[in-house]
């Protein structure tokens, strides 16, 4: 069965500390992985995709990819209160499902 | 820029109702999800399309059933609502291989 592992929190960083956020996932076979941010009683919104195994960077976010260990993770430079959100990894394992979420990590910057 | 709507932002239904869910995307992908979200439980699917008149079960088809007569518009129907079904209620659309996109959901309430 298809499965991501996230720690649910809520994990509470000060405001301009990076915040990590790390996700493990069961399929070495999957191709992509993204992260998502929801906000309360919003839906999610894509803030990162990553396909290759390295560091992507974009703007105050790099996710990194280790396929070899099967995990994925995401780095949020100088924490703002506005990136308290719950934030969801997703892997794709090419069938026609869709992407395999995670349940999501709840963080909260604390100014 | 990808856009997935959905009929209805929020929804208070009478048990036993039956009750419509449309989603519409404009991106021509033959891939879209409906899922629910509950607290603690992440996002469970419900069923897919990955085509016009195809359907697959998800996790928990189980009160629900869907429809898809054109490629753009994926329909969730409750066929009687119960007070179990409220919940947060998500489509979502897919490029494969790539990110899925969600709509804003429906938050729908079964009294």
């Known amino acids: 069965q298809k499965e991501v592992e996230q720690n649910s929190g809520p994990l509470s960083v000060p405001e301009g500390a990076i915040a990590s956020l790390n996700c493990t996932y069961s399929?070495?076979?999957?191709?992509?992985f993204f992260w998502y941010r929801q906000y309360s009683g919003k839906s999610p919104e894509l803030i990162m995709s990553i396909y290759s195994n390295g560091d992507k960077e974009d703007g105050r976010f790099t996710a990194q990819l280790n396929k070899a260990s099967q995990y994925v993770s995401l780095l949020i430079r100088d924490s703002q209160p506005s990136d308290s959100a719950t934030y969801l990894c997703?892997?794709?394992?090419?069938?026609?499902?869709?992407?395999?979420f995670g349940k999501g990590t709840h963080l909260i910057i604390q100014p | 820029d990808v856009k997935v709507t959905q009929s209805s932002r929020y929804l208070v239904k009478r048990t036993g109702e039956k009750v419509f869910l449309e989603c519409v995307q404009d991106?021509?992908?033959?891939?879209m999800f409906w899922y629910r979200q509950d607290p603690g439980l992440g996002l469970r699917l419900i069923y897919f399309?990955?085509?016009?008149?195809?359907?697959e079960k998800g996790d928990i088809p189980e009160g629900y059933s869907v429809s898809r007569e054109k490629k753009e518009r994926f329909s969730l129907i409750l066929e009687s609502a119960s007070t179990n079904q409220t919940s947060m209620y998500l489509c979502?659309?897919?490029?494969?291989?790539?990110?899925?996109?969600f709509g804003p959901g429906t938050r729908l309430t079964v009294t």
């Open positions: 979502a659309s897919w490029d494969r291989g790539y990110e899925q996109y």
């Open positions: 997703a892997w794709g394992g090419g069938g026609a499902d869709g992407l395999t």
């Open positions: 399309s990955y085509d016009v008149k195809m359907k």
């Open positions: 991106m021509d992908h033959e891939n």
């Open positions: 399929d070495r076979g999957s191709q992509s």
